[in-house]
């Protein structure tokens, strides 16, 4: 705000004082885009001068100037473009888009916009257009590759799954892992009312066993997905301490900062209409082998059934045997084509289902048809905006429906005194959201064989009269006659196609920003903002059998959900801007901030099943309601939170290329005990724009090296640092009795927030007329008093503690090299490539434990855990027993022997380097855009595959079944070398098998790197002639694909980026998630 | 803006407004008492008694598999995390530091608390032990104590024992003259402030265990336990006072379910499945002697057709523990299953802490070591009648299915006296009755005590079919640690590292 003041006055003051020297003439023109659009709203300015103007609607413009002036064309998102007058009087002018255009402008904290050339700090900064141009249904998920440093993981499931956002590495070991989001100004919601659990997690500190098994365990969304894409204007990211210190404690992941579409820049009615429609499919499935069906090794097989080769003896089936239907495994008889009994009683040939896993799921959709409508007059500037999603996920049964409504509006009240107002309302409705399937996939009840047709498990989920599915020995009508296995996906759909989970939330964002100028040189800035959400839910499941069959309880729930989130932010800026002497400038700004968060939740639900069936009411209850108060299981609960701070900013800058910045925040947090509830940050950066003082010649273009130093934090989660007790009225013989309980998670009551210090340099370099250019950022912090609900033995009473843990430390390169390597008239193009690669370190823990286990599975045989000095995310596995001769030790059976005395290192979770390619080719009217990125090295924790891999589903498993092997050892008590054979069906089973006998080492491990094609847009602009015939301007139609296809990938039978959850390892662990898509559409864009 | 109230508003919203910071000795005695580890709750034998012990004392039906006999990580982390964290030691760490800060005048009349606590923590510690060997105790619970965490040592299983004895012997000393108060006989949850059912359950728990160490240290129990037997005045049992057709209610220690609890074991017992008729106890212990309790404890079950209906097996048998699962699969309707009203469907089914039938055993099974075998006789012959009347009891609880006629004091005599358990022959083969009709009282409902003194005494002779997973073809004679302490308390861990095996024995197991 400041900087658009200064500049208005500045336009005030200089019109004022110039004096016509030069004959002078009009000159007009239209000022194009790369696509030959016309761009309004360019700032035309006479260099040198004050004189400018600014294109209209049609990007024509008309400025009186004398013959030899020169003329700058600029705009943010665009490289500024020099042309001298000549003695023409049409001055047309083509100028190219760039997101890392020098001169523009950048919103960054607290909303104060500063010019890019003046940051001491990396931001980066990401157009409209690219966050808009493939369709996707959430800003985030469309920002992958287009930052360096920032990496997106969007959870699969479509556009009603979360979408995480890590910046810089590892700033937090528990907690706050998302960075924070500010909406025109007002820190908004993302999914803070989860708490410190966050969402989509399952397992994780203080429960590194927990695998998400039978939980709830559909995949939620977070608070940044309700961003309508069509509406943001602009994007900052601010990556490092120094730039989002202003934030203090909610700042240590980094900052995204939001801007909204404002009004139009010209006067007059525009109105602006996109449309975008994509279909989605399952994709990047596992590769099954379609040759063997259910069964196991001979032994097992033998050992079950009295056969061999795993058939059952049935005399009711043709040829007197049937599949063993209730196998896992999928080492049985090799599929003939027989005829044989099914577990549903038909008669089915014994065949392979080669796509019995991609018939799950569904064709997906997306539709989203956005309008606006802008208008500018003396005193009011507004534009207004709405939108409808349709969405249909390739999860069977689940669908999303969003209407966003937007308002963003500057009233000019007087010269002094102007308000900008916005509101932002957002209505969801989620069906059945997706959810993870690690009922299905990571567990041996989920497995189906590869004989099971899907259309027969989707018919079989429920009998004929509408009731959940009978399995064999269930003495209900319509069982099963045969024991079958993949109750998981019987279950699965019987949730998705028959009970239903209705999500309903209505959003409002609103601010309102005062921006009074006082006097000349004294600024007010007032902004009250909310973000306000009302949540419900209804989870009707339906009753599974008929009511003849209960016991003491019946079937069947209804559950109702409801919440209410609420943040109330505020904050005041008075700013002083003066000179010194003539080059050096300052200003000087003190402020206050103020944010309350409210989160209620409120939960009731029937118990013990339904009275009548069917009814979904909880009056219907069989038990005494659940209203969500048990203390092991909290869901009523109120969670309040208090933060404000005293900010104080000092701006210094010399001859407009030396800039400097000082700021300092005081801050007080409810969330922490009251006597650490104060404490401070501070930072400072400097940039210098050496280019203008050494008045460097081309192929120099610009240079500016930056230095900045920040401290921001993290305080604790409300209410975690509490020491105390739960009561529950408990109904028991002596009637309702106070039940006085100690928590399982501990508190703290010394607990200090944790404090990150960073130091950052960097350049920004520009060659050849601004056609290459490169920003390289190098940036070390460390992070001390690291906040973490440490696992503990439960021998000490509880299984977690909130401590001061220790301290963590990151370093990394950021490099971003952007080119235009032909630009001619008919054909152009521009390309962006960045790199990160980010090392993070435990340096030290405070002497409570000697290593922090972040995740641990199979009976401890694999866990991610680090020690002092070790690097974050590695991969700790028990190795394979040798003996002195580094010989592997093979048992009597003929498996390794594996060592439980020691772990192995055997990878990190974390990549090496990721990032980011994007080109844009321009060929007349027509476009292509693509954008890939990759991850390489770092390895994925699997469990999940190495139980279907040991069940033999996967083509991997085909190589051994003829031959068997000999595993290369000695055997563990005679020492003899190993002559033991042993099956195909036997070594999979085994070395493959779930706990901490398998050989985990190769079973759950692998490496994980990738080039993946994210995007790809072909564009082509209607001319204007044929448009305007049709009432529109600005016609363009595109085709678009999303998530095309891997270039390379290291990884088999799983999508890189299945794993959900935002804790900081959550990505390097797959837990059984759903299937990965890829998408295909159009979308259109018109101008009225 | 005026923000001069916010520096006191901070300190208001720091503390959860859903939880309380004071502490209260009856709160946290009714926490400790309404414990589902000892009611016969869903998790419980779902996850744990159905998994473990009551496989490896065959109280229950399983199907055959290749790693039936393979411990569940996971959820025997779950069961110790009930013990410690908060569970009964966390919770009775915070009263002692409740009642350590008491004034000292308050202390003599808030120990009854301390006391009862006591006798449960003991109670269940020994539990404990009997599944894992050396556990942390006295070093254990050090968040609840004093706010930091003080990684515990592995407490010898044979001195824990013996602080186990003589607290539960200091205990039931206490409750012989302590006064009830109105606070505790409403937090009482258990007992309902009966002050002699605290005696009796500290002293018969103190015999049971006595009875548990007589194998390898008959020096130390053999005297105990007879100056119990022999002063029934001093040391009073929950005996139901040696009366055949007692009231269990009355006089033996059941943990009963809270009042709004409206669930039954349905889903505990059909899901692995487990509410078949496990083959021994019904094909070779009940059916020979034509038990009376075999209606209150099975159904017959039967086949459903539609073309005839359900059709009702004619008698009760049990599949053979030699069945494939195959043959489960198909044959199953043709065999009985638990008893719906009596078990599976009873929602106020509440958890036996300790039984009359139960002591009774025990105190047969002294008598015919140390003492008189016509002790024995009538001791073993109470015990047997006393089970009989309590099965029938849990029967006629029921909401559900069918009531059975509890058979005259006639019948059950006969029973007792003249069936194929009738208590005759060798020493040996008395013990083996006691052994077995102990074994058969406690079912999977006490696998615990059953799988326990399966081990102690290798009664009955059961045999066990040989499980194909390798170094799984057993059962285990305890239990792994979990990993969940082995991994986050790995430094005392080392010390207990070599005898964490499958087959190292419990110190009481000859």
């Known amino acids: ?1088 | 803006m005026t923000f001069s109230g916010c520096k006191k508003s901070l300190e208001e919203k720091f503390y959860n407004p859903e939880v309380s910071t004071t502490a209260s000795l009856p709160g946290f005695l009714t926490d400790l008492i309404n414990n589902d580890r000892v009611r016969p709750s869903y998790w419980n034998l779902r996850t744990f008694l159905l998994m473990h012990s009551a496989v490896y004392s065959q109280t229950t039906f399983f199907t055959p598999d290749n790693a039936m006999y393979e411990q569940q990580d996971g959820y025997t982390n779950d069961y110790w995390r009930d013990y410690y964290s908060p569970g009964v030691l966390g919770i009775y760490r915070a009263m002692e530091k409740t009642y350590a800060a008491l004034p000292e005048a308050e202390k003599a009349s808030k120990q009854i608390y301390m006391e009862a606590a006591k006798i449960v923590l003991y109670d269940q510690t020994a539990q404990m032990i009997d599944n894992f060997g050396d556990i942390p105790f006295s070093e254990a619970g050090s968040l609840p104590s004093s706010n930091i965490i003080t990684l515990p040592k592995f407490d010898d299983q044979v001195q824990l024992y013996n602080l186990v004895l003589d607290g539960l012997k200091s205990s039931g000393t206490f409750f012989a003259t302590a006064k009830a108060n109105a606070d505790f006989t409403k937090a009482d949850i258990l007992n309902s402030g009966s002050l002699t059912k605290w005696q009796r359950y500290a002293n018969s728990i103190r015999f049971r265990l006595l009875m548990r160490i007589s194998n390898v240290n008959e020096a130390v129990a053999r005297p105990a336990v007879l100056e119990m037997l022999n002063n029934s005045t001093t040391y009073p049992l929950v005996d139901g006072e040696n009366v055949l057709d007692y009231n269990p209610l009355l006089t033996d220690i059941l943990l009963r379910p809270l009042t709004n609890f409206a669930d039954d074991l349905t889903k505990a017992l059909n899901e692995l499945p487990s509410f078949y008729a496990p083959d021994y106890m019904l094909n070779t212990v009940m059916n020979p002697s034509n038990d009376p309790r075999i209606p209150v404890y099975f159904d017959k079950y039967g086949t459903t057709t539609a073309s005839t209906g359900f059709v009702q097996n004619p008698t009760y048998r049990a599949m053979p523990i030699t069945f494939t699962a195959s043959q489960v699969e198909t044959e199953n309707t043709k065999y009985a299953v638990i008893d719906s009203a009596t078990i599976w469907m009873n929602q106020y089914l509440p958890g036996p802490v300790i039984t009359a039938s139960e002591v009774n055993f025990l105190k047969a099974e002294a008598q015919e070591r140390w003492g008189s075998t016509e002790l024995a006789k009538a001791h073993y012959e109470t015990a047997v009648s006393q089970s009989v009347t309590f099965y029938y009891y849990l029967n006629n609880l029921s909401l559900k299915g069918n009531k059975e006629v509890k058979p005259t004091p006639a019948a059950i005599n006969t029973f007792v006296t003249t069936s194929t358990i009738a208590y005759t022959g060798t020493t040996g083969n008395k013990l083996n009755q006691i052994g077995t009709q102990k074994w058969l009282h406690f079912g999977f409902l006490q696998a615990q005590q059953a799988w326990a003194e399966y081990r102690r005494t290798k009664i009955p002779a059961l045999t066990f079919p040989t499980g194909g997973k390798a170094g799984f073809a057993t059962p285990p004679t305890r239990l792994l640690y979990p990993s969940i302490e082995k991994t986050n308390n790995s430094v005392n861990y080392q010390a207990v590292q070599a005898k964490d095996t499958r087959t190292n024995k419990i110190f009481w197991m000859p």
């Open chain 1, 1 to 1088: 705000m400041k900087q658009f003041y200064q500049r208005c006055f500045a336009v005030l003051l200089l019109s004022l004082l110039t004096v016509a020297a030069y004959a002078q003439k009009p000159v007009t023109g239209t000022v194009t885009d790369g696509t030959r659009n016309p761009v309004p709203g360019v700032n035309v300015k006479v260099k040198g001068t004050a004189t400018g103007t600014v294109t209209n609607g049609d990007g024509k413009y008309t400025i009186t100037v004398s013959e030899g002036a020169v003329l700058v064309f600029s705009m943010i998102g665009y490289t500024p473009k020099e042309l001298t007058v000549g003695a023409a009087s049409t001055l047309n002018v083509s100028i190219a888009e760039n997101a890392n255009a020098l001169n523009e402008v950048v919103v960054t904290s607290l909303g104060i916009k500063k010019e890019t050339k003046a940051l001491g700090y990396a931001v980066s900064t990401v157009t409209a257009k690219e966050i808009t141009q493939a369709g996707s249904t959430n800003f985030g998920s469309a920002l992958y590759g287009k930052a360096a440093g920032v990496k997106i993981t969007t959870a699969p499931g479509g556009s009603s799954s979360a979408v995480n956002v890590q910046i810089r590495g590892i700033n937090s070991l528990a907690y706050n892992r998302q960075p924070l989001y500010v909406v025109d100004g007002v820190m908004i919601r993302n999914d803070q009312q989860n708490g410190p659990g966050g969402a989509n997690n399952n397992g994780g500190l203080g429960n590194p066993n927990g695998s998400g098994f039978g939980a709830n365990d559909r995949i939620k969304g977070n608070g940044m997905l309700d961003i309508n894409p069509a509406d943001i204007e602009s994007l900052t990211i601010l990556k490092g301490a120094s730039a989002s210190a202003l934030y203090g404690s909610d700042a240590a992941s980094g900052v995204i900062v939001i801007t909204t579409k404002k009004g139009s820049k010209n006067r007059g009615l525009g109105i602006d209409f996109n449309y975008t429609a994509s279909i989605e499919n399952a994709a990047f499935l596992p590769e099954f082998q379609n040759e063997y069906g259910p069964g196991y090794d001979a032994a097992t097989n033998l050992g079950a059934n009295g056969n061999a080769e795993g058939w059952v003896t049935d005399a009711t089936s043709p040829g007197g045997l049937r599949p063993y239907f209730r196998a896992y495994g999928q080492y049985g008889p090799k599929f003939d084509g027989r005829d044989v009994k099914w577990w549903d009683g038909s008669i089915r040939p014994y065949v392979a289902q080669p796509n019995n896993y991609k018939d799950i799921f569904d064709t997906g959709f997306n539709s989203n048809a956005n309008v606006s409508i802008s208008n500018q007059t003396d005193k009011l500037n507004y534009r207004f905006s709405a939108t409808r999603m349709d969405y249909k996920g390739i999860t069977p049964g689940s669908k999303q429906q969003r209407n966003t409504f937007g308002l963003n509006s500057t009233i000019k009240m007087s010269d002094k005194l102007s308000a900008d107002i916005v509101v932002n309302y957002m209505n969801t409705k989620t069906h059945n959201r997706s959810g993870l399937m690690g009922n299905v996939l990571n567990s041996f009840d989920g497995f189906f064989s590869r004989a099971e047709d899907m259309d027969l498990l989707k018919s079989a989920y429920q009998n004929s009269a509408g009731y959940k599915y009978s399995l064999n020995g269930s003495n209900r009508p319509e069982a099963f006659i045969y024991n079958i296995r993949a109750t998981g996906i019987l279950d699965f759909f019987w949730n998705q196609y028959k009970n239903s989970y209705d999500e309903t939330e209505n959003r409002l964002l609103s601010s309102a920003t005062l921006n009074y100028n006082i006097i000349n040189k004294l600024k007010l800035r007032g902004r009250i903002g909310s973000d306000v959400t009302a949540t419900t839910t209804e989870d009707k499941r339906y009753s599974e059998y008929p009511l003849a069959y209960n016991g003491t309880s019946s079937t069947g729930s209804y559950a109702a959900i409801k919440g209410n989130y609420s943040i109330l932010y505020g904050d005041a800026l008075l700013t002083y801007t003066d000179k010194i002497a003539s080059d050096f400038d300052f200003s000087l700004t003190g402020g206050f901030q103020s944010r309350s968060e409210n989160y209620k939740d409120q939960f009731a639900a029937t118990t013990n099943g339904f009275i009548s069936e069917n009814w979904f009411t909880l009056s219907n209850s069989l038990g005494t309601i659940d209203n969500g108060i048990d203390p092991n299981n909290l869901k009523t609960k109120r969670q309040e939170l208090l933060k404000y701070a005293y900010v104080g900013i000092g701006n210094f800058s010399y001859k407009n290329y030396l800039f400097l910045e000082a700021t300092a925040r005081s801050e007080y947090s409810s969330t922490l005990p009251p006597q650490n509830n104060n404490y401070q940050y501070y930072s400072f950066n400097s940039g210098f724009v050496f280019s203008e003082a050494l008045k460097l010649a081309e192929p120099f273009s610009y240079g500016k090296l930056r230095a900045s130093y920040g401290v921001v934090g993290n305080d604790a989660p409300i209410y975690e640092s509490n020491i105390a007790y739960s009561q529950s009225p408990i109904q028991s013989v002596n009637g309702s009795v106070p039940s006085l309980t100690l928590p399982s998670k501990y508190g703290n009551l010394n607990l200090k927030p944790e404090r990150k210090y960073e130091t950052e340099i960097g350049t920004e370099l520009r060659f050849f007329k601004s056609r290459v250019g490169l920003d390289v950022s190098y940036y070390t912090n460390h992070i001390e008093d690291q906040i973490l609900s440490l696992t503990t033995s439960p021998s000490t009473g509880a299984t977690s503690q909130l401590v001061n843990v220790g301290e963590i430390a990151n370093k990394g390169l950021e490099i971003a090299l952007n080119g235009t390597p032909v630009s001619g008239k008919d054909f152009s193009w521009n390309t962006r490539l960045n790199y990160s690669f980010n090392r993070s370190k435990l340096v030290s823990l405070n002497g409570t434990v000697p290593e922090l286990i972040f995740y641990e599975a199979e009976a401890s045989a694999v866990r991610i855990s680090a020690k002092p000095g070790e690097s974050l995310g590695n991969i700790y596995v028990y190795p394979r027993a040798t003996n002195a001769a580094g010989q592997y030790l093979i048992n009597d059976d003929g498996f390794y022997v594996i060592d439980k005395s020691r772990y192995v290192n055997a990878g990190n979770i974390l990549p090496k380097a990721i990032g980011g390619l994007t080109n844009t080719f321009r060929y007349k009217n027509f476009t292509l855009d693509f954008t890939a990125d990759y991850r390489f090295g770092g390895q994925m924790v699997s469990p999940p595959l190495k139980y279907a891999t040991g069940a033999g589903m996967y083509t991997n498993s085909l190589d051994l079944r003829e031959s068997g092997i000999t595993l290369e050892g000695v055997n563990e008590t005679t020492g003899a070398v190993n002559t033991k054979h042993i099956s195909g069906a036997e070594y999979y089973m085994n070395e493959f098998d779930w706990g901490n006998n398998a050989w985990n080492e190769k079973a759950t491990i692998y490496d994980n790197s990738f080039i993946k094609l994210r995007e790809a847009i072909i564009g082509y602009t209607v001319s204007d002639n044929f448009s305007k015939k049709l009432g529109m301007t600005n016609l363009r139609v595109s085709l678009i694909g999303r998530n095309l296809f891997y270039f390379w990938k290291t990884i088999k039978n799983l999508d890189p980026e299945a794993p959900v959850g935002n804790q900081w390892y959550s990505q390097g662990v797959d837990a059984g998630s759903t299937a990965a898509t890829r998408s295909f559409g159009f979308s259109l864009n018109a101008k009225f």
